[in-house]
């Protein structure tokens, strides 16, 4: 119940393109999505978070898309550009549980 | 303007050999944790303090030990490292409740030979 099912593993896109990443959640008392982003040799970065109270949030190329009855998540990045080219995670946490359960990660290569 | 350190960025140790590895935040973050992260996977939470309360993952081996010794430092102690404990080590602040962010430092290696 703790886990959360991330795809793809990895996915390759043409700069300008969009990037579509996919998380599935069990654990309903989760409420606190954020989406992680980490460059080679780097720690991961928060980069973009949503709460289950709302179904979509954007922040400039990026946006999260949230399906509470699917229990799914997704990460869009629109016009995609080789800077993007990172491993992305997914999360889940809930209230009284200060750490995070991630998804396996995606690596992301954007092609120029 | 780094904001959580961690030293040294890389650790090579012998099979059995203690090792500690060091992270610092200039953050003034309550919760600090510890994070191991192999090749290609994501990271698994090992531990975490909040404050001076450490708060051990259910499948931690015991090998594996924390002490932070005041809000600034925190350090993971592996007692006698074993092939499978090379990986990516991560330390990461949070200034409090859940929906606080997490900052990652950038990582220590460690390599067992």
């Known amino acids: 119940q703790q886990q959360v099912k991330q795809s793809p593993q990895s996915l390759i896109v043409q700069k300008g393109g969009i990037s579509i990443i996919n998380c599935a959640y069990e654990n309903t008392a989760f409420d606190y999505f954020p989406w992680y982003q980490q460059f080679p040799g780097k720690g991961p970065a928060l980069l973009i978070a949503?709460?289950?109270?709302?179904s979509e949030k954007k922040e400039g190329r990026f946006t999260i898309s949230f399906n509470k009855s699917a229990k799914q998540f997704s990460l869009h990045i629109m016009d995609s550009q080789p800077g993007d080219s990172a491993t992305y995670f997914c999360?889940?946490?809930?209230?009284?549980?200060?750490?995070?359960?991630f998804g396996s990660g995606t690596r992301l290569q954007v092609q120029p | 303007d780094a904001m959580v350190i961690q030293n040294p960025r890389y650790q090579v140790t012998q099979f059995g050999k203690p090792v500690t590895l060091s992270c610092s935040q200039t953050l003034n973050h309550n919760v600090m944790y510890w994070y191991q992260q192999k090749s290609s996977q994501a990271p698994k939470l090992l531990f975490h303090?909040?404050?001076?309360?450490?708060?051990n993952e259910a499948d931690t081996p015991d090998n594996f030990q924390s002490r932070r010794p005041n809000t600034s430092f925190c350090f993971l102690d592996i007692r006698s490292p074993g092939l499978g404990d090379a990986a990516m080590y991560l330390c990461a602040t949070s200034r409090d409740m859940y929906l606080e962010t997490q900052y990652f430092g950038p990582g220590t290696r460690l390599l067992v030979l």
């Open positions: 949503i709460r289950p109270d709302v």
């Open positions: 999360a889940a946490t809930r209230r009284g549980r200060r750490a995070l359960t």
């Open positions: 303090y909040y404050d001076k309360d450490f708060n």
